[in-house]
């Protein structure tokens, strides 16, 4: 069974940590979440997660992939983390899937993990860089191992193409059929 670390901080955009949570579920991937807060931590609209872990007890060479939802603040949190760029500077040489939602895909720049094309929440590839800032309405750019996505009204999109490269093609249309999702 593939296993995917999702990690969050204060300011995390609910939305997306809790879509991308519940279809990668759906999908029999299993998921953990870690925190480099606390383990009740607070989201950016008053929504608490209890996550599993706190990061800093986290092995994460036993995950096929890592995850970071957005949010303004928790993207400032995980792109300060040494913690967070020693996981995602892991992963990539491991060469294991790195994904990334909404403003955090700034957080794998800090890093040094984000791979030359990318997306994010509009405006925001103006803390990254504008040199391979996809804005052209594509919901979720893949490029090599890393997989970036535009915000809330992505996820659930972002979500199913994570359980594509994980599972293969008939799970995500079990899901995505199940979800009753019609795009894609």
Known sequence: MPKVLIIISTGFEEIEAISIIDVLRRAEIEVVIATINDILTVGAHGIVI???????????????????????VNTENLAASSSVKEVLKKMKKDNKYIGAICAAPYALHKAEVLNKNYTCYPSFEKKIRDDGYQSDNQEV?????????RGPGTAMTFALELIKLLKDEATYQNVKSGLLVKNN
Do not use: R
């Open 50 to 72: 209890q996550a599993n872990q706190y990061l800093k007890d986290i092995d994460s060479s036993i995950f096929d992939m890592v995850v970071l939802p957005g949010g303004a």
């Open 141 to 149: 750019i893949i490029d090599e191992k890393v997989i970036t996505s």
